[in-house]
């Protein structure tokens, strides 16, 4: 049940960061930043994880599982069972990078936080797969404000196990150079937010999550695909692209693809006259609607 005033997600996504390219020191970020190298890698330092940490990956792994089983995408389960993800202790991103590696060709990197866009787009363009060492406290098993390992590593690195989802996230960190360039980052920000964080897929069962964002989350999971309140949405990128997101309460539209090619090949297309178009349109609301939407279900937006 959603609850207003709290945040319902388990962790803030990745939102490509927002950072400036140099950390702020003055930004109170969570995480070791003293002994990165330039490109913001650190050690893992598993052995560095206490017993009651160990733990509480156990009670969220065994918690996300029921929940994925029931709401994700085909492509998420198999990829968690082709990582052979452990299921009680805090995994050694080592291990999960040489299994990864032989699917896909991506990698995990370990970084001690967040880290500034730059940085993320060229890890990502490098199929490397930045994640966050630290994990949560147990007071926040259901909420905190900035992704941990929980957040990376269950919700992100199995989709990676997709090839064609890999490709398209190789490709969205290429047009991030781009971005920063054009200076239009907001615009390929939504695009994560939407596709990589909250990413609804049509399945031969109906429809099925495999955003991070919902699927590292005890309850936004069944909110996106269970609840009335939504929007749901065919997938347009230019439309994603103009559409305003909610860091503060579940999201308000979903936007459902039918399958991955159809990411990977919108993504294919020039992003420059897309951007160009885009510039002085209005930014949708994340509660709004447009004339040319396909909808697949009006939300009622009670709670909004
Ligand atoms: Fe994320």
Sequence with gaps: MFSPGSHPNIAL?????GLPAALDPTLGLRGDYRRMRADYVTEQDWEGYTGAEHDLWRQLY???VVVAKRYAADAFLTGLSRLQMPQDRVPRFDETSDRLQALTGWRIVAVPGLIPEDAFFLHLAKRQFPVT???RRPDEIDYLVEPDVFHDFFGHVP???????ADYLQEYGRKGQEAIQLGTTRMLTRLFWYMVEFGLIRGSD???AYGAGMLSSATE?????????PHRLKFNLA????TDY???????SYFVIDNFTELFEAMQQPFAPIYADLHGEDIIPASGLISSDVVLQVGQQTLA
Aim: glycine content about 2%.
């Design 13 to 17: 996504p990745h939102p490509t960061t």
């Design 62 to 64: 065994a918690r996300q």
């Design 133 to 135: 060492v630290w994990l």
């Design 159 to 165: 989709l990676l196990t997709q090839p064609v989802f």
């Design 206 to 208: 109906g429809i099925k």
């Design 221 to 229: 999971t069944a909110f996106s695909i269970d609840s009335r309140q």
């Design 239 to 242: 439309r994603v692209m103009r």
């Design 246 to 252: 909610r860091i503060d309460s579940f999201q308000q």
